[in-house]
C-alpha cells in the first residue's frame, strides 16, 4: 500500500474505499439471495398445495356432477401424484 501511496497519492484511501463498496455490495448480494430463497422455498411448498386441492376440489365436484367413478378415478391419481412425488422425493435423501 505504501508503494501504491508514493506513486500515486490518495491511491491507499481509493482502494480501501472500493473494498468497502465491493463488501457492502457483497452484503446486499447475500441478503437478496436470501430473501429470494426463502420467497422461492414458500412459493414451493404453496404451489403444489393449492394445485392439489384444486384437483382434490374437482374430482369432487366430478363425483358429484358428473359420474362417481370418473370423480373417484380422479382422486385416486391425483393422490397417487402426490404420493409418487413424496416417494420420489424421499428416496434421493
Not at 463498496?21 to 393449492?50: C, I, V, W, Y
Not at 385416486?76 to 404420493?83: F, H, K
Request: charged share 15%; glycine share 6%.
Amino acid at each position: 500500500m505504501r508503494a501504491y501511496e508514493d506513486q500515486h497519492p490518495g491511491a491507499a484511501a481509493w482502494i480501501l474505499a472500493e473494498a468497502e463498496k465491493s463488501a457492502d455490495h457483497n452484503r446486499a448480494m447475500q441478503q437478496l439471495a436470501l430473501e429470494t430463497g426463502s420467497r422461492d422455498a414458500l412459493l414451493h411448498r404453496l404451489l403444489p398445495f393449492f394445485v392439489v386441492l384444486s384437483l382434490i376440489c374437482a374430482s369432487v365436484l366430478i363425483a358429484i356432477f358428473a359420474s362417481a367413478w370418473l370423480g373417484g378415478a380422479t382422486f385416486a391419481a391425483s393422490l397417487g401424484a402426490v404420493m409418487l412425488d413424496y416417494f420420489k422425493r424421499q428416496s434421493r435423501h
